[in-house]
């Protein structure tokens, strides 16, 4: 029988720092560098647009007072069954 320690490597259960420069040469390696460089560009632009999102909302929210909202909001109940009510 196969048991856990036969299946997986060493480095695996023990990458420092050498493992791991070992796993980013082998990545490195295979992909190459323009398709990692534009790949870390599309996560940098995720990452810009969910900041962004994120502060917009807080912002909405705080310009936003329920005064407002109860305003802005409109009774869309139909002409037959407004008079029942």
């Known amino acids: 029988m196969l048991s856990t320690f ?3 490597p060493h480095f695996i259960n023990n990458a ?5 420069l070992l796993i980013a040469i082998v990545v490195l390696v295979l992909f190459g560098r323009g398709k990692i460089a534009s790949l870390m560009g599309e996560v940098g632009k995720g990452i810009t647009a969910f ?9 909405e929210l705080e310009n ?13 109940t139909p002409e037959s069954e407004r008079d029942k009510g």
């Open 6 to 8: 036969m299946v997986t």
């Open 51 to 59: 900041k962004k999102g994120v502060k917009d909302g807080a912002e």
């Open 16 to 20: 420092g720092p050498w493992g791991l």
């Open 64 to 76: 936003k007072s329920d005064e407002d909202t109860v305003r802005q909001a409109r009774d869309v």
